[in-house]
């Protein structure tokens, strides 16, 4: 059988999520936002990047986790790590087994500083946006396990500067009308509409329903049944 990735769905262009915006406040809408001069329309184009920044750091959301294969090098232990990277979700497996992560002060203490053998590596550390291994993998290894596999938490995605009227917002659709609602609630307060608040409640609803699902997939770690026992029986 064959598995079939589908494109994941996109956010409306910037544009259109703009034109929505100055729709849904009572103001005209433009037909563009490249080299604009139109102030309300860069206000709700900066509203917008910030509720994508606000959305990406209120919580671990499963969709901020990113998969990525590294590909290994014999005899190097260095590697540069992507672009986005933020920090370890799942740390990377060497053979089908974790391997443990190191402080730098651990790494300085643990790992040799001369005479590093080959292998199967064992340890990793992070330093900067350098990700190193110990041992450096050997040519066996590697013809085996060419690829070194990692889960890590991306960072917020850039801030779009209206140059592209067909770029996206870097956030999942479902997050739409929450987005929307923040940038309505931006946009009014600089107008100085009386009802700017209820836009900003209407945000927060949004946004506990989208954290609420997500919490909905998630499930806390269960003990099996044989560790139990063991533990009863040396307890």
Known sequence: MTNVLQTPSLMPSILSMVKRVKRECGLPEPTTLVATTDKTAIVVLDALNDAMTDVYMRNRW???QSLYGLPL???VTQ???PADFERMCIDPKSAGYPISGLSQEEWQQ???AVSITSGQPQYFTIHGYVFEIWPSPNAEFITNYPILPFTYYRLPPRRLDGSDDAANINVPPEFEDALISFAKW???MFLEYPDADADHA???Q???VQLNADRSMRRAPRMRHGSIVRS???S
């Open 62 to 64: 499963e969709w901020k």
């Open 73 to 75: 090098q014999v005899a």
């Open 79 to 81: 590697y540069a790590l």
């Open 110 to 112: 643990q790992i040799p």
């Open 186 to 188: 931006k946009t009014k």
């Open 202 to 204: 209407r945000y927060e």
């Open 206 to 208: 949004a946004l506990n």
């Open 232 to 234: 009863k029986i040396w």
